[in-house]
């Protein structure tokens, strides 16, 4: 029998679970969707770099995610993410994932040999000249030399995406998992005509990517608000998502190609940009949420007091102590102002409302430290060294935790995005009266 291929739905969202400990939780915020008609297909999303710190393993990501499923009888598709893998990383993710993020950002820049640009640049004349993209007004005037200087850029990078992808077919077989391409993790966004073109060479490499996560233009730091021009973000969106449904129609790529938005979560302020993107054009979109479940798990232990609460005041202590240690590898995803951050005496001081109030993301209330939040988002390596504890402090607490776990991840997360619900995310309205009180 045919073999069906894996087709990621048209709605997606990325959850990361570093613990492993909250997949139910996760799962009832996309049950909460479906209970409001829209399918959000859960991918549950690991990277390599996060195994590593945390000591664990692709297959325990499956296991929960498969009791998950189980447990709540999820009927839709569900899938997991070897996220950010290389050729280097991929060999351990083969046998529990079904979804895979190639990273090819390393290779970006490093030049394409000569005889490979001058094959792209025969092989593609209809990328130079004006193209009329569906829904956009003007239409892109692109360059000969536009095209030669892109390719040098990029075809290194897609031709290292086509050595992984055959790799990853080789273990899986072809529409055996979702194949994604990422290249966010790098200095400079991409254009929407740079976008065009990689495309172009991603169909040329024979890759039938599904899901495509460029770098988009202003700072998108783990777990807090997007830092840029909101205006100007939703140009580049509309344009990029233009240019995929021209290269699906110019190229053959995947009917459902859409973008991967990497970083997604807590991207308030763009998050009425995307929806409304969608609205108008009816694309897909995949939103990579980042480590944030682990935040709420502090905010769930903090909430239940005792020995909870002492033991987020620990972390936080620690994360503290080794701050440079933590944040070295998310230096590029991360802004924390030191003056901001209080000192361990103080948050031993602080009760459970200071706790989560300092952590929780809401914009605009005043107790909120987007300091705070950025060292603690960064400081999971803390909780996997305390390890039994931490875990079984997580299950003591299960149901104040999975509370906010599935509140965060509903109402400020696929709310707004998805269904275009807003309100359940900002205090700004509340912030003013309550800063006059
Ligand atoms: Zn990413």
Redesign the pocket.
């Known amino acids: 029998m045919a073999r069906q291929n894996k087709t990621l739905s048209k709605y997606s969202v990325g959850t990361g679970d570093r613990f492993a400990h909250q997949a139910k939780a996760q799962l009832r915020a996309c049950i909460q969707a479906l209970d409001h008609g829209l399918e959000i297909v859960p991918v549950w999303n690991k990277s390599n770099r996060e195994h590593t710190i945390i000591g664990s393993d692709p297959a325990s990501v499956l296991h929960a995610a498969e009791a998950a499923v189980k447990a709540l009888g999820w009927k839709s598709p569900w899938f997991c993410d070897a996220?950010?893998i290389t050729s280097e990383t991929v060999d351990r993710f083969l046998d529990s994932c079904d979804f895979f993020?190639i990273?090819v950002a390393d290779f970006i820049g490093q030049p394409a040999p000569a005889v490979d640009i001058d094959i792209f640049l025969r092989r593609h004349p209809e990328l130079t000249g004006n193209i009329h993209l569906a829904g956009v007004k003007e239409p892109f005037t692109i360059t000969a030399e536009t095209v030669r200087r892109t390719a040098h850029k990029f075809l290194a990078a897609v031709k290292k995406a086509g050595e992984v992808y055959r790799k990853v077919e080789n273990a899986k077989g072809a529409g055996g998992f979702i194949p994604e391409v990422?290249m966010?993790?790098t200095d400079r966004a991409q254009s929407p005509v740079e976008l065009l073109i990689i495309l172009a060479a991603i169909a040329d490499e024979g890759i039938p990517v599904q899901t495509i996560?460029p770098k988009f233009s202003g700072r998108f730091n783990k777990g807090v608000d997007y830092v840029g021009n909101v205006p100007q973000f939703e140009r580049e969106m509309t344009l990029d998502v233009a240019a995929i449904a021209h290269a699906v129609q110019e190229y053959g790529l995947p009917a459902d190609l859409k973008l991967s938005i990497?970083?997604g979560s807590d991207k308030f302020s763009i998050y009425p940009a995307i929806h409304a993107i969608m609205q108008h054009t009816g694309a897909g979109m995949h939103l990579?949420t980042a480590g944030t479940t682990w935040l709420e798990e502090l905010i769930g232990l903090a909430e239940a007091g005792g020995k909870g609460l002492a033991l987020a005041k620990e972390i936080y202590a620690e994360a503290l102590a080794h701050r440079e240690e933590l944040c070295g590898p998310y230096a590029n995803v991360i802004d924390i102002d030191p003056a901001k951050l209080p000192s361990a005496a103080e948050v031993r001081g602080w009760t459970s409302e200071q706790y989560t109030s300092a952590l929780r993301h809401v914009e605009g209330a005043p107790e909120y430290n987007s300091s705070v939040r950025q060292l603690l988002h960064v400081g999971f390596k803390v909780a996997a060294r305390m390890g039994r504890r931490y875990l079984d402090l997580l299950e003591a607490n299960e149901a104040v935790i999975a509370r906010n776990v599935t509140e965060n991840l509903y109402n400020r997360h696929i709310a707004p995005v998805f269904l275009g619900v807003s309100d359940a995310i900002s205090m700004k309205q509340n912030a003013p009266a309550a800063q006059s009180r």
Request: charged share 45%.
């Open positions: 996220d950010h993020t990273d990422s966010d993790e996560a990497h970083s990579k």
